[in-house]
T-cell receptor, first 113, second 112 residues
């Protein structure tokens, strides 16, 4: 079966711009979570969506937002980009809200210049 | 505030020997722990998990040990193989709520 698909794989943006990242979960999975990976911080939880509703949110500023569509696909948006937003953004899907069966995508590498 | 810590950024082990990766946590409410393995340019993949009602879980060459009183878990890989070279992340959650707290990762290199 197809895995978790994240697009685009790589992205370069300028400070102050905004960016939208996309995540298509495994077919049938209804929960999508987003993480930011940076070298010094590991994976930091951004938010989780289930049935089009945000269920959990990490400690990130309001510039980071997301949404989930009726087909479970999810988008993450970052507005007013800062250099420190450069990171690998990973999404993970699971069948329901159980942490078992978490499957990650390969991520989107965002570079802010 | 890093609730899950992996204090060794890197580890090198000879092929065939044991690799021991360590993880400490601060939140006593965590009751489910996982290890993920990550190769460059790929997402993390699930390796092994353990719930707080157990102190050991084994899957082939991989064993995870949990010491709740010390708030410490470890991953043992025996024997280590060159293909095990990757970054290993430990993660913890409360109940089965879908939010993981990840450590910063340990880069394992298995030397042939």
């Amino acid at each position: 079966k197809a895995g978790v698909t994240q697009t685009p794989r790589y992205l370069i943006k300028t400070r102050g711009q905004q960016v939208t990242l996309s995540c298509s979960p495994i077919s049938g999975h209804r929960s999508v979570s987003w993480y930011q990976q940076t070298p010094g911080q590991g994976l930091q939880f951004l938010f989780e969506y289930f049935s089009e509703t945000q269920r959990n949110k990490g400690n990130f500023p309001g510039r980071f937002s997301g949404r989930q569509f009726s087909n479970s696909r999810s988008e993450m948006n970052v507005s007013t980009l800062e250099l420190g937003d450069s990171a690998l953004y990973l999404c993970a899907s699971s069948l329901n809200r159980d942490v078992n069966g978490y499957t990650f995508g390969s991520g989107t590498r965002l570079t802010v210049v | 505030d890093q609730q899950v810590k992996q204090n060794s950024p890197s580890l090198s082990v000879q092929e065939g020997r044991i690799s021991i990766l360590n993880c400490d946590y601060t939140n006593s409410m965590f009751d489910y722990f996982l290890w993920y393995k990550k190769y460059p340019a790929e997402g993390p993949t699930f390796l092994i998990s353990i719930s707080s009602i157990k102190d050991k879980n084994e899957d082939g060459r991989f064993t995870v040990f949990l010491n709740k009183s010390a708030k410490h878990l470890s991953l043992h890989i025996v024997p280590s193989q060159p293909g095990d070279s990757a970054v290993y992340f430990c993660a913890a959650s409360v109940n089965t709520g879908n939010q993981f707290y990840f450590g910063t990762g340990t880069s394992l290199t298995v030397i042939p």
